[in-house]
């Protein structure tokens, strides 16, 4: 299994600001991924944090809305820029372990005022 | 555009009764298919993967797949109010392979197993 912690576990932001979520893995994982949830929806793939090279963004994702950081095979952070109200949601990291095993953080739960 | 599609309920069981838990997906390509739970405020968590048309069981879960029409169940039999949970079903898309990277996700099928 995998342990995540994710930090912080909730906050309110202004509009307009940055919030940068931190995702720790307790074990090295090669395929580590960011995931959005909006109120009463579906995860929806952000990007694949690669280690040591830029992300792998999905369609209507871009990285400077999304920065992503992954400098080694247990830590990554995402930062959402430039807040607007339609970015609350819940933003949670996963991790792949084994053959088949997609493990998922806590998640972060955003509002922005 | 790829996509999952579940009910999203509530399905609201008795207990002790099998609840049917059914999902479609658009990629005919896809190879890997995946149940989460997820609880209320808490991260989802997977129950049962399968890659292989036919039924899979594990416990009082049992997972089924039929490629040809592009559909994928969960069936819980004996079900209990902690079974109560959203489901999530999840697709891989055929261009990953086996692999678990880019998961398509359903909105979720809300479950209410009553005592």
């Known amino acids: 299994s995998a342990v995540i912690s994710q930090k912080p576990s909730r906050d309110i932001c202004q509009r307009g600001t940055s919030l940068t979520i931190q995702c720790q893995v307790d074990?090295?994982?090669?395929?580590m991924f960011w995931y959005r949830q909006q109120p009463g929806q579906s995860l929806t793939l952000i990007a694949t944090?690669?280690?040591?090279?830029?992300?792998?963004?999905e369609s209507g994702f871009v990285i400077d809305k999304f920065p992503i950081s992954r400098p080694n095979l247990t830590f990554s952070t995402l930062t959402v820029s430039n807040l607007s109200p339609e970015d609350s949601s819940i933003y949670l990291c996963?991790?792949?372990?084994?053959?088949?095993?997609?493990?998922f953080g806590p998640g972060t739960r955003l509002l922005v005022l | 555009q790829k996509e999952v599609e579940q009910n999203s309920g509530p399905l609201s069981v008795p207990e002790g009764a099998i609840a049917s838990l059914n999902c479609t997906y658009s990629?005919?390509?896809?190879?890997?298919f995946f149940w989460y739970r997820q609880y209320s405020g808490k991260s989802p968590e997977l129950i049962m993967s399968?890659?292989?048309?036919g039924d899979k069981e594990d416990g009082r879960f049992t997972a089924q797949l039929n490629k040809a029409s592009q559909y994928v169940s969960l069936l819980i039999r004996d079900s209990q109010p902690s079974d109560s949970a959203t489901y999530l079903c999840?697709?891989?898309?055929?261009?990953?392979?086996?692999?678990?990277?880019?998961?398509?996700f359903g909105k979720g099928t809300k479950l209410s197993v009553k005592p």
């Open positions: 996963s991790v792949v372990k084994g053959e088949e095993t997609q493990y």
């Open positions: 074990s090295q994982v090669t395929m």
């Open positions: 944090a690669n280690q040591g090279s830029e992300a792998t963004y």
């Open positions: 990629d005919r390509g896809s190879q890997s």
């Open positions: 399968i890659y292989s048309n």
């Open positions: 999840a697709v891989n898309l055929a261009n990953y392979g086996g692999s678990q990277g880019n998961l398509i």
